[in-house]
């Protein structure tokens, strides 16, 4: 199993994994023209794209999700809420994700887990095939016993530390964009990222990818230095940007 990042923050997320026939996306926060210039960026050719799997309906995740799903003719896979939260014009393809049942992509199967962010159906997702899990988890501003539980035991993760507290209570946003970020409906900080990793069985893990790290309410520095006990023994950890992602992981048995 192998996974890259297009991009991820505010600005724009996008997430592809891949394994046996599927090239799966999960979100697209750009515009067609910019997906496609990044996907090639990352060696792949969009075409061959198979699914484009969508967390939730802000713009950062889904502005590109409709655009790009008529161009390339695929199928994309969402939960009710979240589709019925935007308008994303006829789709080629849509399947809805009732309940937070778990689905399959040829041999990848799809877990969606219900997260605490202000959206109004919100999924994360983990990506289980030959005995391997990846986690893909950002955008949720706490952190429930369901996604602990969920989360536990994964082979390659994802994790959101998108603020500094600090930086955020003395940062640019204005206050009602200050409590929404840093609610329990908001988005991780630091320390909230740390304390997910000190809590679930990460023994397994072989690589730990830092993602949606905010521009103006967090810096490099201060994520390594929270981070730094509980990422000790974590044979790769990887900090994603907005401009770049990060480039291919791969995950072996």
């Known amino acids: 199993m192998r996974y890259a990042s297009l991009g ?25 023209k910019d997906t496609l210039a990044r996907v090639e960026r990352l060696e792949r050719d969009p075409q061959t794209i198979t699914a484009i799997v969508v967390t939730h309906e802000h713009g950062d995740h889904i502005k590109g999700v ?16 979240t589709f019925h939260s935007r308008d994303l014009g006829k789709l080629p393809e849509l399947n809805l994700i009732e309940g937070y049942q778990s689905f399959h992509l040829g041999a990848l199967k799809v877990i969606p887990v219900a ?45 959101e530390a998108n603020h500094d507290p600090h930086m955020l209570a003395s940062g640019p946003y204005p206050p009602s ?7 329990l409906w908001g988005h991780l900080s630091n320390q909230q ?29 201060r994520t390594r230095e929270t981070l730094a006990d509980v990422t000790a023994d974590i044979d ?18």
């Not at 409709?66 to 809420?81: E, F, S, W």
Request: a negative charge; aromatic letters at 8%.
């Open 66 to 81: 409709g655009p790009l799903a008529r161009k390339l003719k695929c199928p994309v896979y969402m939960t009710p809420g």
């Open 8 to 32: 991820s923050g505010s600005r724009g997320n996008g997430t592809l994994v891949a394994y046996d026939d599927q090239l799966v996306l999960v979100d697209c926060g750009f515009t067609v």
């Open 193 to 221: 990222a740390a304390g997910f990793l000190q809590r679930v069985d990460i023994a397994r893990l072989q690589q730990l990818v830092v993602a949606h790290i905010s521009q103006k309410n967090n810096c490099l520095d």
């Open 115 to 159: 997260v605490p962010h202000d959206a109004r159906e919100p999924a994360q997702f983990i990506f289980e095939a030959n005995g391997l899990r990846l986690g893909i988890l950002t955008d949720l501003g706490s952190i429930s016993p369901h996604v602990e539980e969920a989360y536990s035991q994964c082979d390659g993760l994802v994790l």
């Open 236 to 253: 790769q950890v990887v900090y994603a940007c907005q401009d770049q992602g990060f480039d291919w992981l791969e995950l072996t048995v």
């Open 177 to 183: 964009l200050k409590q929404r970020v840093g609610g």
